[in-house]
Structures are given as C-alpha cells and as structure tokens.
C-alpha cells in the first residue's frame, strides 16, 4: 500500500510531534518497517524540527545586562519579585476596584486602605477609559488629603499613558493643581511605552509635572521592594 | 500579607520570574530582532503582571503568557502596517532583512534562522512555539487563538518550506573541487 496515501504530511507532523494517540503511533511505527520512503519522510520532519531547536539554542543577549539600572528578572531579586506579584495579587485579588466590582465591595477596598494609613502608595495606571483615570487621580488626590505625610506616585504605561499626555489628557490642569498642591506626589510616565509610541511615529509630549522611569514594571518593582503599596486601578 | 503564602501563587511567580528567558528567544525568533524581542518580552511581563487576575488556572499560565507575548507582536506590526487586519498580518511574507550573517559564523544556525526569518508570520510563530517551547497543538491554538486544524496546517507548509529552503541552501553551496 501507498503509506503517501495513508499518512498525510500532518499526520506525520503530529507523530514527530508526540501529539498522536498510541494506536495511531502504532499504525506508523508499524509502516515504516515495511516503507522506507516512510521512514525518510519522517527523518527529514524530525530533522527540520531539531535543526529549529538547534538554531535557536543560543540566542544574541538581551539588550539589558544583567545588572544594569535594576533588572528585576535577576536572581538576587527574585524575593523582591514574588512580593511584587504577591501584592498584585493579592491587592488584585482583594480589589478590583473597578467597574466590575459591586460599590460595597469598592468602598471595603478603600476602606481597608485607608484604615492602614500606608506613607508610601504607588498607583498603577494602563487603561485610557476616562473612569480609570478619575479613580487614579481621586484617589491619588483623596489620600494625599488624608495621610498628611503620605507620598503617592502615579504611574502610567500602555495606554494609562494619556493621562500623562500634553495632547490626551483631559486632566493637565487638574494633575498640575495636584502638583502644586502638594510637593509629596509624582507623576511616572512608563520610558518603554514612549519609546514605543516614538517608534511608531507619533509624538510624545508630556505634562510638565510627569518624570519619566526606564520601565513601569520596573520601577513598581523597585517601589515595593522599598515598602511602597501597591495599588492597581 | 497572608495571599503569599500560597504554594500555587509562589509557583506561579517562580514561572513567571524564569519565563523571561523564554519569552524573548521566541519573540527573537519572531522578529529576528534582539531589541524588539527584549521590548516584546518585557513588555509581555508588564501586560502580563498587571493582567494576572485575568488567569483563571494556573496549569494554563504559560500558554497565558505566550499569548500575551503574540499580543504584543500583533500590537507591533499592527502599528507597522496599518492597512492590514490580523488575519491578512499572518500570511505576510516576511519583510526582515534576516539574520546578519556575518554577525555569527555558525553556518547552520544562520542558515536555519534565515529559512524561519523567510517564513510568512503565521507559519513562523506556530513552528516556533512547537519546536522551541515544545507546546502541544492544543496549546498553540490557544496561543494564537486560531483553530488547531490552523495549527497544523500552518506547521505542515512550514516545515515543507523549511525543507525546501534548506535543500536549495545546500544545493546553491559551492562544492569541493577535488584537486589532482
């Protein structure tokens, strides 16, 4: 018999693969000891396979050395790291202080935060919808009445950027009250989201209140390995 | 802060600590591009953290992550290629200018890396994932959010493709002379 027939290209791709059950496998392993031309087909996927594996065995390095600025990937903070995304899920988990989320639960939230009176708060912005943007700065603006020592950052990346944006922002007059109000708050602009929107050509100008970090996910990192709550809106 | 406690949370931020590495050799498989796949996978992580309450079992995170990761790579040749939808993005033949040859002196490996750089978008990132991340079809279909029948059609015509890429290679190599 024809095994051209029998086995198509996929087949025999899902073979090489592992991606069969074991009686088809069977089927397979049966025919190639009585076709060769089966047992070359398969020779010549397995080999396409590994030579892919092979030629991307090693790859150019990472742009980022290892311990240039603060690379949270690295072992030594590994520790810092698992407090990060414990806190995210944790805040996350406890939060979604958003629309989705019943306003019982978002005043349990607030409260709690509020009740514990943290110094240091780092609001995590990535959305554009004007109701994240409202949240972040109300409650930004909310604490910092509050905690008379409190000091609050506000950082934006992804499309959380805009509220950082001289030409998006509905709130360049509202962040530049906010700063001139109070000396205990930053505006972070995420560096790789302006890079990113500069490669794609558009012009990125900035509120003369935001700085701007390397990276967001970096710069939350840093924050709570230094104590900062987190929060994401 | 007790939520840390968790076996599974730890776990689950172990794999996303160790992930980097993964994450930016696929994406340089992808774009052939060593910055662009740092920013792609870093910029996955930061999708990625601040998404984690979207990720419903923690079997599936890595899957999650990757797909995440293509995201992002859509997001960027979408901004590339305006005119274009996504599905019209995956049949693309490449645009890359390949790997520098003379950056590296491993013949093979640039020869195999040119044959992936030279794969239309959509067979790239399927032979990819199968052959250096070892995800099952399943996995891939997830990945991608494209049928699995898609899968396996897209890795069938690539590594056809590679194949043949591979043999002209060959063939079109100066041969030794024998000399008298």
Known sequence: MNQELKFSDEHLNAFVDNQLGTQECDEILTAIATDAELGQRLCELRSAKELVRHAYGRVPNSRRP???HFSIWSGALAASLTLVVGVLIGWLGHQSATAQESPG??????????ASEPTRILIHLDSSRSEQMDAALDLAEAYLAKVGNARVEVIANNRGLDLLRARTTPY???IAGIKSHYDRVGFIACGQTIARLRGGGEDVALVPEAAVTRTAIEHVAERVQ???TYLKI | MNWLQSREQRELMEQMRASRGRLYRVAFAWSHDAALADDLAQEALTRGLSRIDQLRESAKFMSWLFS????CWIDHLRAQRRDV???????LPSDLPGPDIHAERQETVNRVRSAIAALPLGQRQVVTLVDLEGFSYAEVAEVLEIPIGTVMSRLCRARGSLRELLMEQVAAQPRLRSVK
């Open chain 1, 226 to 228: 230094q104590g900062w």
């Open chain 1, 66 to 68: 290892a311990n240039r």
């Open chain 2, 85 to 91: 939808d996504d599905e019209s993005l995956t049949e």
């Open chain 1, 172 to 174: 360049a007059i509202r």
């Open chain 2, 68 to 71: 995440i990761l293509n995201r």
């Open chain 1, 105 to 114: 639960a978002t005043a349990a939230w607030t409260a709690r935060l509020f």
